[in-house]
């Protein structure tokens, strides 16, 4: 089986910053696009940033500019570094990750969500 394991999560105040990492494990033989997605309260869950194996990055409109997303391959990591953080961003931060286990076809999986709150 395959875990998917966010951390880095938590309380910080408008403008700060917090970089979240993810990171997956398990019998891996390939691990290809990365993402991040987010879910706010009554809202659907949205994409932040995704990147590729070969690092191509794509962001929403709304976090274009201040977020960053990373990868580190020898690992299976991916990042999400957030600079300028508003109130706005505050949500529960899912990783998907596109992985090809061992004996199988490539799937995606889910991490359980880590905690982001951005407040006064």
């Not at 951390?7 to 990365?34: F, W």
């Not at 949500?91 to 992985?99: F, L, R």
Request: aromatic residues 10%.
């Amino acid at each position: 089986q395959v875990q998917v394991v966010e951390s880095g999560g938590g309380l910080v105040q408008p403008g700060g910053s917090l970089r979240l990492s993810c990171a997956a494990s398990g019998d891996i033989v390939s691990v290809y696009d990365m993402g991040w997605y987010r879910q706010a309260p009554g809202k659907q869950r949205e994409l932040v940033a995704a990147i590729t194996s070969g690092g191509f990055t794509n962001y929403a409109d709304s976090v274009k500019d201040r977020f960053t997303i990373s990868r580190d391959n020898a690992k299976n990591t991916v990042y999400l570094q957030m600079n300028s953080l508003k109130p706005e961003d505050t949500a529960v931060y899912y990783c998907n990750a596109e992985i090809k286990v061992i004996g199988t076809i490539r799937v995606h999986y889910w991490g359980q969500g880590t905690q982001v709150t951005v407040s006064s």
